[in-house]
């Protein structure tokens, strides 16, 4: 009799391990967490200043320098978030966006230098592309292809640059 129950009570344990390894649907999901960062010879005060985390796909284009492009654009995931302080030489700030959605993104930061709740280049708000190559100005351009791969459940570390003299 005991012989004949050891596979079932073994069947069970199995299942019961299998349970209770398996997430959730829905349970938990993809967290970006990362540093956005201005140019270190910014002259601006940054303390205070809010900031966008935009998340856009595939067929989704945002071009910094036709004005309205920034205000128009419908993100698949959005962060606004504010500078610490209210002024000073903070050059850079840490965000978290909870419960990213799978897929590919590109990242896009733009921070609201002049206060007006708008992007507007020319008035000195700053910005910038995630993109692996932060030299020269190829931060100021949207990459190619969606560089941000998010799964399904876990962390993805995106650093941000934006300025207008891209660290060396
Ligand atoms: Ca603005």
Not at 9 to 32: D, K, N, W, Y
Not at 85 to 113: C, E, K, Q, R, S
Not at 129 to 146: C, E
Request: aromatic fraction near 12%; glycine fraction near 12%; charge should be negative.
């Amino acid at each position: 009799m005991i012989k004949k129950l050891i596979p079932l009570v073994v069947l069970t344990l199995l299942a019961f391990m299998l349970l209770t390894s398996c997430e959730q649907p829905g349970a938990t999901m993809a967290m970006i967490i990362g540093s956005i960062n201005i140019d270190p010879y910014s002259e601006s005060e940054f303390g205070g200043a809010e900031f966008h985390v935009v998340l856009i796909g595939s067929g989704t284009t945002v071009n910094p320098f036709t004005p309205g492009s920034v205000d128009a654009v419908t993100p698949l995931v959005k962060l606004d978030g504010t500078f610490p302080g209210t002024g000073g030489n903070l050059w850079t700030t840490n965000y978290m966006i909870t419960d990213v959605p799978a897929g590919t993104y590109f990242a896009f930061v733009w921070i609201d230098n002049d206060g007006d709740g708008t992007f507007v280049r020319a008035n000195g708000d700053y910005f910038g592309f995630y993109d692996a190559n932060t030299l020269g100005s190829g931060l100021w351009f949207q990459p190619d292809t969606p560089n941000i791969v998010v799964p399904d459940v876990g962390l993805v570390d995106i650093d941000i640059w934006c300025g207008y003299e891209p660290p060396n």
